[in-house]
């Protein structure tokens, strides 16, 4: 694999060039963080003067939508570069989007385990504790999930997978067709929900952002927190 710096450079100024061609406008800036079986791409500054003109019309699930749509036509494309510039084989691509901090982020995945000790979790933050709350936020949107792992990324960037997450009539909604109405119901609810759950008493520093997406096939559900560097206490 490449080394870090080549592939925070080359990937970021294929993912400006790629949205600016297909959305209009490009990012002010983009971050890379790659710890093997994942790969994240932030960025920041985005969105489109159309885009703009929609939020303030308060149109934002239009936005989101027609932003899925794109991203959707181009992940085959995205993810074929990502794995030209690593020289890794990556096999899935999530994204979502902050419309009032007019960020965004990737999460590409590959088909390896994550073994690496650089994703485990710091000894002095309560990994257990983590699970339990996240547990029971899925209990009060949705069901307890059958899996939970997370992986640390770097030292901002904590990355988690939930897995047999669906219910019923979720379900039935994904048979219909309504994937994409699903996601939108979905994530101001559980952000909601991450938001009054306490999850930054247990990571002992402020969460600046959320990210979240899913693979309805699969039934998983990826969470991509991005956080202050520094424990409270410390600034």
């Known amino acids: 694999m490449p080394k870090e710096r080549?592939?925070?450079?080359?990937?970021?100024?294929?993912i400006s060039t790629v949205l600016r061609k297909h959305f209009g406008k490009g990012p002010t800036s983009v971050y890379v963080t790659v710890q093997r079986p994942y790969l994240a791409i932030h960025f920041r500054g985005f969105i489109s003067p159309i885009e703009k003109i929609l939020l303030k019309q308060n149109e934002w699930?239009?936005?989101?939508?027609?932003?899925?749509?794109?991203?959707?036509?181009?992940?085959?494309q995205i993810l074929a570069e990502i794995q030209k510039v690593t020289e890794l084989e990556f096999k899935?691509?999530?994204?979502?989007?902050?419309l009032p901090l007019e960020t965004g982020m990737f999460l590409a995945i590959s088909d390896e385990k994550p073994a690496s000790k650089n994703?485990?979790?710091?000894?002095d933050l309560n990994k257990k504790?983590?699970?339990?709350?996240?547990?029971?936020?899925?209990?009060t949107a949705e069901k307890k999930p059958g899996y939970i792992e997370s992986y640390w990324l770097s030292n901002r960037t904590l990355v988690m997978k939930r897995s047999e997450i669906l219910v019923g009539i979720e379900k039935a909604l994904i048979d219909e067709g309504y994937t994409e109405v699903l996601k939108l119901a979905k994530r101001p609810l559980e952000r909601s929900?991450?938001?009054?759950?306490?999850?930054?008493?247990?990571?002992?520093r402020d969460i600046i952002e959320t990210f979240m997406d899913w693979n309805f096939d699969q039934d998983v559900g990826f969470v991509l927190f991005l956080l202050e560097s520094e424990f409270r206490g410390q600034k």
């Open 6 to 14: 080549t592939i925070q450079t080359e990937l970021g100024g294929y």
């Open 61 to 76: 699930k239009r936005v989101l939508k027609t932003r899925d749509l794109l991203v959707n036509e181009l992940k085959p």
């Open 92 to 98: 899935e691509l999530y994204a979502d989007w902050n």
């Open 119 to 123: 994703l485990e979790w710091p000894k």
């Open 129 to 139: 504790l983590f699970h339990q709350k996240i547990e029971q936020i899925n209990e």
């Open 193 to 204: 929900l991450l938001e009054q759950a306490g999850l930054e008493n247990v990571l002992r």
